[in-house]
T-cell receptor
Framework: QQPVQSPQAVILREGEDAVINCSSS?????VHWYRQKHGEAPVFLMI?????EQKGHEKISASFNEKKQQSSLYLTASQLSYSGTYFC?????????????FGKGTHLIIQP | DAGVIQSPRHEVTEMGQEVTLRCKPI?????LFWYRQTMMRGLELLIY????????DSGMPEDRFSAKMPNASFSTLKIQPSEPRDSAVYFC???????????FGSGTRLTVV
């Protein structure tokens, strides 16, 4: 089953923060986050494994609540380059035995 | 590494024709995935392979779709006969099952007229 992402779209001014949520009805082994710019392929941002860890990558970080089967992506002090569509992808079994099931995406627009 | 390589980048074909999409995964990656992306349905997993063996093809929409992976460095997705509703961007992705996620190819934009 497809994870549900919210919000569907966000418009921000440069420097503002954003949170994108991803929720699944199934028990999850991992959550992946990807960013896709228009006309390009999705690009891997980070992976979170069950255990509730939080990961960070410069000003982009994420958390994973295994019990609630939810993950959130945090973008702080957003930059123009952060614009794009963000997808979460979920996996129920580890080790690559599953293919990722992606949410429908969150469109993020950063304005100067 | 050149990344995941897909060909062709664009394909325009007439309804009823056979279409073959090609993918070369990253060397050393043992998992390969075919996705289809449309505005309406988003990114849909069609089929994936582990060590060249098809694991789950439940996402393949119809018998008109077939996929093969004859060796670790090549996979094809074939549509025969093609229909206008098959128009989409088809992505191939590969993974080594570690914490580095999937690497996607640039995609093939298929238009069936």
């Amino acid at each position: 089953q497809q994870p549900v992402q919210s919000p569907q779209a966000v418009i921000l001014r440069e420097g503002e923060d954003a949170v994108i949520n991803c929720s699944s009805s199934k028990a999850l082994y991992s959550v992946h986050w990807y960013r896709q710019k228009h006309g390009e392929a999705p690009v891997f941002l980070m992976i979170l494994l069950k255990g509730g860890e939080q990961k960070g990558h410069e000003k982009i970080s994420a958390s994973f609540n295994e019990k609630k089967q939810q993950s959130s992506l945090y973008l702080t002090a957003s930059q123009l380059s952060y614009s794009g569509t963000y997808f979460c992808g979920t996996e129920s079994t580890g080790g690559g035995a599953d293919g990722l099931t992606f949410g429908k995406g969150t469109h993020l627009i950063i304005q100067p | 590494d050149a990344g995941v390589i897909q060909s062709p980048r664009h394909e325009v074909t007439e309804m009823g024709q056979e279409v073959t999409l090609r993918c070369k995964p990253i060397s050393g990656h043992n998992s390969l995935f075919w996705y289809r992306q449309t505005m309406m349905r988003g990114l849909e997993l069609l089929i994936y392979f582990n060590n060249n063996v098809p694991i789950d093809d439940s996402g393949m929409p119809e018998d008109r779709f077939s996929a093969k992976m004859p060796n670790a460095s090549f996979s094809t997705l074939k549509i025969q006969p093609s229909e206008p509703r098959d128009s989409a961007v088809y992505f191939c992705a590969s993974s080594d099952g570690t914490a580095w996620g999937y690497t996607f190819g640039s995609g093939t934009r298929l238009t069936v007229v």
